[in-house]
């Protein structure tokens, strides 16, 4: 089983860009979702951390309150690195910035930083790793970011390539919640 497990709420307005910023994340919403996480997670569990700040304070009040996970930080789960966009409140950008992309969602790199190709490429060698660990019953969790969880659940789903806007997912779990996936095909979202 693979727990993708969601940041807490990271001090930033609404509306801003913040793929690679690393912002930090509220304190107190990081201890709740640590302890919601501690009372669930097997023994035995293997984390995978993102390196950015919101995901490594999460990790950190984990590991004071179950020390027996083992903690690896893995750049590839980090969110994707939108450029220049970065800071920026998405109703600013420029119209003809976001068509860009939009208009060729799979290759256009973002602000000039990373494309969707590259993105989701980094996030298939994580979870290909991920699901031959699986196989060997080892309980992985990944401590990471929406946009990073949108792209496993598509790759869990078959689909490597987004080349459509329209087809990228919203769905997401919540600030400091998690999706548990039990291969093949199972998801359980949680509400905590």
Do not use: K
Request: charge should be negative.
């Amino acid at each position: 089983m693979i727990w993708l497990v969601r940041h807490a709420q990271p001090l930033i307005a609404p509306g801003v860009c913040y793929g690679a910023l690393n912002v930090p994340a509220d304190a107190d919403a990081t201890q709740q979702a640590a302890r919601s996480l501690a009372q669930r997670l097997p023994s035995g569990a293997r984390v995978l951390v993102s390196p950015l700040l919101r995901c490594q304070q999460l990790t950190q009040a984990l590991q004071v309150l179950r020390p027996d996970v083992s903690v690896c930080t893995e750049a590839r789960l980090a969110e994707m690195n939108f450029g220049s966009w970065e800071g920026q409140r998405w109703d600013a950008l420029q119209s003809e910035a976001l068509e860009a992309w939009t208009g060729n969602f799979w290759r256009h790199s973002v602000g000039g930083g990373e494309c969707v190709a590259d993105f989701m490429g980094r996030v298939a060698e994580v979870w290909d790793a991920a699901m031959a660990a699986s196989i060997a019953d080892v309980p992985q969790v990944w401590i990471t970011h929406a946009g990073v969880i949108r792209a496993a659940r598509l790759i869990a789903s078959g689909q490597r390539e987004v080349h459509a806007a329209a087809d990228w997912p919203v769905a997401a779990p919540g600030y400091g919640q998690c999706w548990r996936y039990q291969a093949p095909s199972v998801w359980l979202q949680d509400a905590e």
